[in-house]
């Protein structure tokens, strides 16, 4: 026996932090250290968690001995009450070893208790005075517990009683758990484990005071968790994770220098605990420690009390109350009304039952005693409702329900820093975690930027600390919501598709673990397939990852890289068909020794693969020539092979011809699927599609590509002329609509302004919410029948549909070049192209509006190929377009050559072969005018922009916990992307493109925009510093951006903008004021929606003079609708905006739409109770009849106003999911509007656009130049 401890002085402050993060390790106890609980939490109102904690803490510095036997005594315990150990493999030291079965919360609550009454005891015989408070915790432990995770516990059968005198035995025997016998089971993977251990020795696992005592006698410096450790208990760095409550506490690896750093341990020097026996020792130890040096104290103490503060008071701290027998879909909204009403989620449930019926529901909400005259919260739509059982699948291909919120900064007046808001349900693509393990079980949440707090939040001197403790408490603790435990495992930036600047956020995504509706926990690590909501089994996160990410085979992996890799399993995709591994062949990447990959990102996939990808997934019609996908640990775009492939023996002997390649550039997670042994997951071999080509269209000139094409050939009057038509063709387009006044011509304008770019189900719910868009309000009032000229709402909403357009031409210059594209590009697979040589042909003829090209095949000419974002002259170049008969089945692609030394892909802006879609020009007078500018002369050091690297080694860190963290505090960092495209804007615009300047800006942008993968970083003061190198004085933004500034005619952006866009657009809108005068037709009312209101009013003046009912119910109805729409007028501030909706506005619309019809014995009043449409159609033709000129009546009853004009016309009903896969057809345009008999002339031809789900691929790109200016520059730290 060991000889005892004296009572020993620090060396060091964070020993007892070490000694508690370890002990937290070993046993998953989630004790928290003493600093991480604010003064609130302390007093009389100990947790049994804090109580342990000092306890410990007390035994730790005085009494080691005691500590000894405690810690023995305890681990006895656990020997003989716990499940066995499992095998999992540690990709550093490349072996197996026993790791701990993951806890359950009982089991975890049980050790608890136990530790609990042993640390009772032991002080109870030192200071013959119990561990125990003034609350209930010696009676019911669990009870009183609020802990680091302040979640509901389960009560413990039996009580404790309180000891007066020392007790017998330091606490209660546990019953032993029989196992079952279907968990005796060994997997085919665990059995393969164990064989492979063979004959290694057996020797135990040292124990936790082994571990402890051979760490305190090794150097601090050279100090680390368990060092004392055979060959099976080795430190273990594959994913599993380490719950811990302290914020900075004990990771002893940090993530500058290895993650080696001393954090300093701030004292507390007043303890609240006046009534505890431990008070005399930690003043001890406070002496001891006071005058010891902390030069990190200040900033682990404002850590410290933020995540505090988000443990406490976050959005995640209190787990529902709601019981687990209600669905989840029904405790997702009933949390979300609590929210919205900030009323007592308990309360919400009072002497009630839950609806299943989505209806039945929300009227029980509407009508609910809490929500007094609180606003409803908008109702998560009824398909989402239906959907969010069993497996939370929709009927639609590769679609679920997703559950989503929002996290926003607390007021300063609120406790906390997080408030959570979560969203309706919404049906959304399937991922491929989602689809293996479930939708329900995966929650997206968005969060501020760390970087933009509110003033009372913010804190200049040490911008980076808010970031790191929201890191810190997103990876390191568990959080509570809908009744399930949730652990955070990735974060991105959200990158918005508006064009408005809008405050930065982060999309963080969490795992549920764990859960009051989950089954018992298994002995299988791994949660079945195909589980329903209510039958969930318990789950670590490590396992997800592992089973996402094999530890063993991406070891050599960094840290920043591999997390990026996640994504994969994110990626919103449809589902394919499933290939298995004998049909996967590995490809080597196309390259030279020294040089570049040639095919970087892209490979084969056989025609026979190809086709029953489309028959899986719909798509009718000739092959694609590309599908953009993932299988497995790849991802990139796979080509359609010939029918004569190379790969012929999978088509020999009766073979169905089956294969894919999978190239090493294309593989992201190892291994490699041909490496794959024994049992296999089919959901990693399921081929996802994520995008295919389509038929092209020509598309606008992105901003961004003006000033290389006019530094590499002057063609600013050619666009000019090219803008000019444009924006005249556009006011012809509107003005023939509104002159034919015919709702078949404007429908068809619509279909030509607003090309299909969704896909059905995206469609579908823009339909169902027509009345906010412009574009889909007209269109739901042209198919209703009504007159684009003669009904005044659709004449107005045209006019200002068409001021919007003609100002997106103003300000971001939409200039459509007849002969351009964007497409696929891909590597040329079988080597025929020469260096300076592409192919590009397609599927249909061209329709070039001034018939100057009219081929489906581009060749015998030179093209231009650009790529965005474009920064350098180089990155649009010029190639000749041939034709190659080994490549004529590549359609709506261009192919790239494979030869020469470097790729062209990669020329245009660092691009591969992907998914990258480069703009394509063949019009004759830019191309020719063009000439190519040199590459770059190398690359700039990052030493020169003083751009740090914060990706490590996996093996340096030893958890999962650590690897996220790391991670996370390193992506919650704002891009510096958008701000250098400015700066680089503004340094172009002031001296040219070509300066030196300019050029060194672009090697910049280019090392950031793989920034997240390569945990590159740029700092708010390295970029201060490198800014005011290039800028001395501050730029100001080009004129086309900052209208203030005098436009510099030499400029082809200045000059398009200023002299030729705005000029064109106020003499379209004076001649559209001229030709249709906005105030005619003022007083006029559309017959068919008047009808209801005048035959109601006719009908109860021919009522009985005895019966009254009728005119007494419309004269009450008129008084409330009055009150009301008075109520609509006041909701907005300005009144000339009533398009932006307010939440009294909202609410308006909502309390009309829901009012109900009144009581009475008239047969109209029987009719309305009776047909709840007859009813709408009465109070929207009211409204229409009294107010034509608001909105409130479409905005209320449009649909039911559109039913009513579509009834008094020949029409028909027709559902959404139907609905969107119509298209207009231009020969049946033709015919309506021309009144032509079914003779056709031969001149009109079918649509070239006419295709199913056809991706706007230039409406993407175009916006990705402002997109990329949309950053932040106003000195406030990225950190």
């Known amino acids: 026996m060991s000889p005892p401890l004296q009572p020993i002085t620090p060396q060091r402050q964070r020993s007892y932090r070490e000694f508690l993060d370890k002990l937290n390790q070993e046993y998953e106890l989630e004790i928290p250290a003493p600093q991480d609980w604010s003064p609130i939490a302390r007093g009389s109102n100990k947790s049994v968690l804090l109580e342990i904690s000092e306890g410990l803490r007390s035994l730790f510095w005085g009494h080691r001995p005691i500590l000894d036997r405690i810690l023995a005594d305890f681990e006895e315990w656990i020997a003989g009450n716990q499940p066995r150990t499992k095998q999992q493999w540690n990709f550093v030291k490349w072996q197996f070893e026993q790791q701990p079965q993951a806890l359950s919360k009982t089991d975890r609550d049980q050790r608890v208790d136990h530790l609990f009454l042993l640390i009772r005891s032991e002080l109870y015989l030192l200071k013959n005075k119990p561990l125990v408070s003034n609350n209930r915790a010696l009676k019911n432990p669990r009870e009183a517990s609020i802990g680091h995770s302040p979640k509901k516990r389960r009560i413990s059968n039996g009580d404790d009683d309180e000891f007066h005198t020392a007790p017998n035995s330091p606490a209660k025997g546990h019953q032993p758990v029989t196992p079952d016998l279907r968990q005796l089971e060994i997997s085919e993977q665990s059995e393969r484990s164990f064989n492979q251990l063979g004959n290694r020795s057996q020797t135990p696992a040292p124990t936790f005071l082994e571990r402890l005592r051979a760490s305190e006698t090794v150097p601090h410096n050279e100090r680390r968790y368990d060092a004392l450790r055979p060959a099976m208990d080795a430190v273990d760095t594959s994913f599993s994770i380490v719950t811990s409550s302290s914020l900075v506490a004990s990771h002893s690896e940090r993530l500058e220098e290895s993650f080696a750093t001393d ?154 820093i997080f408030k959570l808001r979560l969203n309706p349900l919404k049906p959304e693509r399937t991922c491929r975690f989602h689809r293996r393990f479930g939708s329900d079980r995966f929650l997206t949440v968005t969060i501020p930027a760390a970087a933009r707090p509110p003033e009372h939040l913010r804190l200049n001197d040490q911008p980076s600390v808010l970031r790191q403790s929201i890191a810190s408490w997103l990876t390191r603790n568990d959080h509570y919501c809908l009744g399930r435990t949730w652990r955070a495992f990735f974060v991105e930036e959200v990158k918005s598709k508006k064009k408005v600047k809008a405050e930065p956020r982060f999309r963080v995504e969490f795992f549920a673990v764990d859960g009051a509706d ?89 025609r026979n693969l190809a086709r029953r990808i489309c028959e899986q997934l719909g798509i009718n019609g000739d092959i694609p020539s590309a599908f ?48 794959w042994k024994g049992f296999v997951d089919e959901e990693k071999l399921t081929f996802e599609v994520v995008n295919w080509s389509k038929p092209l269209h020509p598309v606008d000139l992105n901003i961004q590509l003006l000033g290389i094409l006019e530094f590499g050939g002057h063609v600013k009057e050619y666009v000019a002329k090219l803008t000019h038509d444009g924006v005249w063709a556009l006011y012809h387009d509107f003005a023939h609509v509104l002159q034919t006044n015919d709702a078949v011509h404007c429908r068809n304008l619509l279909q030509k302004l607003r090309p299909s770019s969704e896909d059905g189900p995206t469609k579908a ?201 790391s991670v996370f505090e390193f992506n919650l960092t704002m891009s ?259 009144r032509e008999t079914l003779a056709e002339p031969e001149a009109i031809e079918e649509d070239a656009d006419e295709y199913e789900g056809a991706e706007a691929i230039e409406s993407l790109i175009s916006s990705q130049g402002l997109e990329a200016h949309d950053g932040f520059d106003d000195g406030i730290s990225v950190e």
């Open 976 to 1234: 510096s992307l958008g701000k250098c495209t400015i700066e680089h804007e503004k340094v172009s615009y002031d001296e040219s493109i070509d300066s030196p300047n300019a050029k060194e800006l672009a090697c910049l942008l280019s090392q950031l925009v793989d920034g997240r993968k390569g945990g590159v970083h740029l700092s708010e003061l390295a970029w201060q510093k490198y800014r005011n190198k290039i800028s001395p004085k501050k730029r100001l933004p080009p004129a086309y951006r900052l209208p203030l500034r005098k436009p510099k005619t030499s400029n082809i952006v200045d000059y398009l903008k200023f002299e030729i866009a705005m000029s064109e657009r106020d003499a379209i809108l004076k001649q559209l004021n001229d030709t249709f005068p906005e105030d005619e037709g003022l007083d006029d009312r559309d017959e068919d929606l008047i009808r209801p209101w005048q035959g109601a009013i006719t009908a109860a003046g021919n009522s009985e003079p005895n019966n009254r009912d009728l005119s007494n119910a419309l004269s009450k109805m008129e008084q409330c609708i009055k009150r009301i729409f008075d109520q609509w007028v006041n909701s907005f501030t300005n009144p000339n905006e009533t398009e932006t909706f307010s939440p009294k506005s909202r609410e308006v619309i909502s309390r009309l739409a829901s009012f109900p019809p009144p009581e009475g014995s008239h047969w109209l009043i029987c009719l309305w109770r009776n047909r709840p449409d007859e009813w709408q159609r009465l109070l929207g033709s009211y409204l229409y009849q009294h107010h034509p000129h608001s909105t409130l009546p479409f905005h209320a009853f449009g649909e039911a106003l559109c039913q009513l004009k579509a009834s008094s016309q020949s029409s028909r009903s027709i559902i959404h999911d139907v609905l969107v896969t119509y298209r207009v057809n231009q020969k049946m345009v033709a015919r309506l509007t021309a």
């Open 518 to 606: 989950f089954l018992r926990r298994s002995l299988a690590s791994l949660a079945p397939p195909n589980q329903a909501s209510e039958r969930h089994t318990p789950m670590s996160l490590s396992d997800l990852l592992e089973w996402h990410m094999p530890s063993a085979a991406n070891h050599n992996q960094k840290s920043c890289m591999l997390f990026q890799r996640i994504s994969l399993g994110l990626s919103k995709i449809w589902t394919s068909v499933v290939v298995p591994p004998t049909r996967v062949i590995n490809l080597l990447d196309v390259r030279r020794p020294g040089q570049p990959v040639m095919n970087d990102g892209c490979a084969l996939v056989s």
């Open 765 to 965: 719910r823009r339909m169902e919410q027509w009345n906010i868009s412009d574009a889909e309000y007209i269109i739901r009032l042209t198919e209703a029948g009504f007159k684009p000229q003669s009904f005044r709402p659709l004449r107005r909403r045209l006019r200002k549909y068409l001021e919007y357009l003609l100002e997106q031409h103003v300000e971001e210059l939409h200039i459509q070049v007849p002969l351009s594209t964007y497409a696929y590009c891909i590597a040329d697979p079988y080597g025929v192209l020469q260096s300076d040589e592409v192919h590009f042909g397609l599927s249909t003829n061209w329709r070039d509006p001034n018939n100057e090209f009219l081929d489906n095949m581009v060749t015998g000419r030179d093209v231009l190929v650009g790529r965005l974002p474009a920064h350098v002259p180089s990155d649009i170049q010029r190639r000749k377009a041939v034709w190659k008969n080994e490549l004529r089945h590549f359609k709506d692609v261009i192919v790239f050559p494979t030869t020469g030394d470097v790729p062209l892909a990669h020329m245009l802006s660092g691009g591969d072969y992907d998914g990258d879609t480069p703009w394509i020009c063949w019009d004759p007078t830019i191309v020719e005018a063009f000439h190519n500018s040199d590459l770059p002369d190398g690359d700039c050091p990052p030493q020169q922009y003083g751009l740090t690297e914060h990706s490590v080694p996996m093996a340096q860190l030893p958890t999962t916990a650590d690897f996220l963290q």
């Open 628 to 675: 953009q996908g993932r299988i497995a640990g790849a991802k990139g775009l796979w080509m359609v092979d010939s029918e004569r492939s190379k790969h012929g023996a999978f088509s020999k002997d009766g073979g169905d011809g089956i294969w894919i390649e999978i190239s090493d550039s294309q593989l992201k997670i190892k291994p490699h699927p041909v490496d």
């Open 263 to 416: 954090i300093t341990e701030p004292m507390d020097f007043q303890s609240t605990y006046a009534d505890s026996v431990v008070d005399m020792f930690i003043e001890q130890e406070m002496s001891m420690n006071a005058d010891m040096p902390a030069p990190d104290e200040q900033t682990n103490s404002m850590q410290e009390h933020l995540v505090t503060q988000l443990l406490q008071y976050g959005p995640f701290s209190v787990d529902q109350p709601l019981p687990a027998r209600i669905a989840l879909r029904s405790r997702y909204e009933l949390e979300r009304i609590a929210q919205a009403w900030n009323v007592p989620l308990d309360q919400m449930l009072k002497n009630s039952r839950v609806c299943t019926d989505h209806e039945t529901f929300w009227k029980w909400v509407q009508h609910h005693s809490l929500r007094g005259d609180r606003p409803m919260p908008e109702k998560s739509p009824r398909r989402a409702w239906d959907a969010a059982v069993d497996d939370f699948k929709t009927g639609r291909h590769s679609e679920v329900v997703v559950l989503t919120g929002e996290l926003d900064w607390c007021a300063k007046n609120e406790p906390g």
